[in-house]
């Protein structure tokens, strides 16, 4: 089975200081990854996905997150945060061996970013 | 190009009615995948959808149900509803290319209540 862990709840960080949300993935196989942003009173939008080839992934909005296969870990980071990067983040995962089964989700992790 | 569009935003009912919702996906996507988000469980997974067939299904009471149109038009309806529903529901449509690594887009989703 799959899943995903998002083991903090709420991440604060000053503005212009560097953002980590972290993630822990469990698949059977090989995974794919996947991070989300949800604004209030919004669907989640895609931010980037890691598929296969060079570990770190550059996605939308400066975001960035390292794939690590020996931690099982897919951290979000971002150099320099900015305030309208406070939302909810999700971290989601799907076997890259399972065909097409449904993306599995974290909780998501808040992240407040203060001026 | 049009994202995917979940009618109603908002939405009251009483325990004990039903309720249905509706989900156009982006044009071209085949797929349409429904999902849960509440405060405590993050975001599950309810069904998916691909050229009118359920492909996949979470796990849900029957009393969740949904249906796919020719047209990839996607509804699902809750009968008999419970305080527990309360909750934002996301539709989520995707480019299905016979791989697992493609994201999906999510619409506003439906905010529904009930009192």
């Known amino acids: 089975a799959q899943s995903v862990a998002q083991p903090e709840d709420q991440v604060n960080v000053a503005e212009g200081n560097p953002l980590t949300v972290k993630c822990t993935y469990s698949v059977s196989g090989n995974p794919y990854l996947f991070w989300y942003v949800q604004y209030p009173n919004r669907g989640l939008q895609f931010l980037l996905k890691y598929i296969t080839g060079d570990n770190l992934v550059k996605g939308s909005y400066g975001f960035e997150a390292e794939f690590n296969k020996s931690q099982t870990s897919f951290h979000l980071k971002k150099p320099s945060a900015l305030v309208s990067d406070s939302a909810l983040y999700f971290c989601a995962v799907r076997d890259r061996n399972s065909g097409n089964t449904p993306l599995v989700f974290g909780k998501g992790t808040r992240l407040s970013v203060i001026a | 190009k049009a994202g995917v569009t979940q009618t109603p935003r908002y939405l009251i009912k009483t325990r004990g009615q039903q309720v249905t919702l509706s989900c156009s996906p982006i044009s071209g996507h085949r797929s349409v995948s429904w999902y849960q988000q509440t405060p405590g469980q993050g975001l599950q997974f309810l069904f998916e959808y691909f050229s009118e067939t359920q492909r996949n299904k979470g796990n849900f009471p029957g009393r969740f149900s949904g249906r796919q149109f020719s047209n990839s038009r996607s509804e699902m309806n809750v009968s008999t509803l419970e305080l527990g529903d309360s909750a934002l529901y996301l539709c989520?449509?995707?480019?299905?290319?016979?791989?697992?690594?493609?994201?999906?887009?999510f619409g506003q989703g439906t905010r529904l209540t009930v009192v």
């Open positions: 989520a449509s995707s480019l299905v290319t016979g791989t697992s690594n493609t994201e999906a887009f």
